[in-house]
């Protein structure tokens, strides 16, 4: 199993009967493949959905149907759509139930740098400081480290996305949830030892007796 | 009311150095006839605010090929290349706003509301220069509104009194700018007879529309 879907198959089992969940472009968007059969969840588009589903089959694209990314989906029958005051009234006003979302740094106060990188592009942040600031959860698909860099540090140094501290972070070596005490291990992907797991990260964690393997099934 | 008009003379009403609010998201939901005709007819020093720029040859995306926009507020400009070459060379300058944050700026205009209080991006590098609140002890960030000389937006249908109705997510920021440009072009991809689009499902009144065209498919998308 690759990286990609370790992290979108454990993040799939975060997910609650009946919750309004946002899935960020790329990585993300993978955590829909992995819901456990049956579980009934919304999935919301922030530019006016809820109800978002994968495009059917090809040639089914409607030009007035997208994701937030641009891409054509479908429409679950039953969707909603709505303006974009609306939808991120949802997002901020306590009814969005999760959203998770990508990262390039979460620190040991559990704050996110996720929408840019000085000096190398400007792409605007879209709905992502609305989603870290206002979602009731907020979950993180990373990569545990970029190129042997450290994602998890003792201080984001990039841009913060919001000053709200995350919920859950899950990489492909761990499973971390940021606490007032600070950042607390909780699972290990499958193979993977708790020193490995130190030693590719930068924050201090806290590490407790056992360590359980992570949880890909119900 | 007659209200319908023609393409060049919809353009022609919009000067250099206009403000306007542009509909759509990536493109999708944008008044696509009118951003073409403007960039034909060689527009300069626009002030645009819009969701995002689209991608080159698409959208918004032929203005900022056009070298039509001297200032842009938007929330995402990461799918156009070529807007991040413009503010590079310092050919455009560029406002980023969170996109919640945009839409109620636009939505405060249209209202009539005097600003928008949010707990997005405090803390962050776009509260540089704001005004922070506290109300019970909770801390605010004070947005301001936005309004412009033109909205140009796109509806699914419109009715002859200029009734709009919009489809899925090319719905976006269309309804909240056709309360907060001075004046409002709509361009329909279809347009029927009054009494077509119920009451209960118009989304902005025809009362907000001056200007109405139809998206012509040959010139359309």
Redo the contacts between chains.
């Keep these: 199993m690759d990286a990609k879907e370790l992290i979108a198959r454990r993040i799939a089992m975060e997910l609650r009967e009946g919750s309004l969940v946002n899935l960020g472009i790329g990585l993300p968007t993978l955590v829909s493949h992995y819901l456990p059969p049956g579980l009934d969840v919304s999935f919301q ?5 809820i109800g978002v589903e994968p495009l059917p089959e090809e040639g089914a694209e ?5 994701d ?3 891409r054509f989906i479908g ?1 679950v029958p039953g969707a909603a ?5 609306f ?2 009234g949802l ?2 006003g306590g009814h969005l139930d999760v959203t998770v979302l990508g990262g390039l740094q979460v620190d040991e106060r559990g704050q996110l740098a996720n929408w840019t990188i000085p000096g190398r ?10 989603l870290v ?2 979602a009731r959860r907020v979950i993180v698909a990373m990569t545990h480290a970029a190129k042997g860099e450290p994602k998890i540090v003792r201080r984001c140094s990039l ?5 709200r501290r995350v919920d859950l972070l899950v990489t492909d070596m761990a499973v971390i949830a940021p606490t007032e005490r600070g950042l607390e291990l909780r699972e290990r992907a499958p193979g993977i030892g708790v020193e490995q797991i130190l030693a590719a990260t930068e924050a201090r964690l806290i590490v407790p007796d056992d360590v359980a393997e992570m949880k890909l099934s119900a | 009311m007659h209200k319908m008009i023609a393409l060049e003379d919809a353009v022609a009403l919009i000067p250099d150095g206009a403000s306007l609010l542009i509909g759509g998201f990536m493109g999708i939901g944008s008044p696509h006839r009118l951003l073409g005709e403007l960039a034909r007819q060689g527009r300069r020093n626009l002030s645009v605010i819009a969701n995002d720029t689209a991608r080159p040859g698409f959208g918004i995306g032929k203005l900022i090929d056009a070298r039509a926009i001297a200032n842009l507020t938007a929330s995402h400009i990461g799918t156009n290349p070529t807007t991040q070459q413009q503010i590079i060379a310092g050919d455009l300058t560029v406002e980023l706003c969170p996109q919640g944050t945009l839409a109620e700026r636009i939505r405060a205009a249209g209202s009539g509301l005097g600003g928008v209080l949010t707990p997005t991006g405090l803390g962050t590098t776009v509260a540089q220069g704001k005004r922070t609140i506290e109300i019970d002890g909770r801390t605010w960030l004070l947005d301001l509104p936005i309004a412009a000389d033109f909205a140009l937006i796109a509806a699914h249908r419109a009715d002859y009194r200029c009734n709009l109705d919009y489809a899925m997510t090319a719905r976006n920021f269309n309804p909240i700018m056709a309360m907060a440009g001075r004046t409002v072009i709509a361009e329909a991809a279809e347009i029927v007879p009054v009494g077509v689009i119920p009451p209960d499902e118009v989304i902005t009144p025809g009362t907000l529309v001056d200007h109405l065209l139809r998206r012509d498919a040959a010139n359309g998308r």
């Design positions: 588009t922030e530019n006016g959905l409607d030009e007035y149907l997208s937030a990314g641009g429409a759509s709505f303006d974009s005051c939808s991120f997002i901020r592009m400007i792409p605007g942040m879209g709905g992502a400081m609305d600031t206002g841009p913060l996305t919001s000053v």
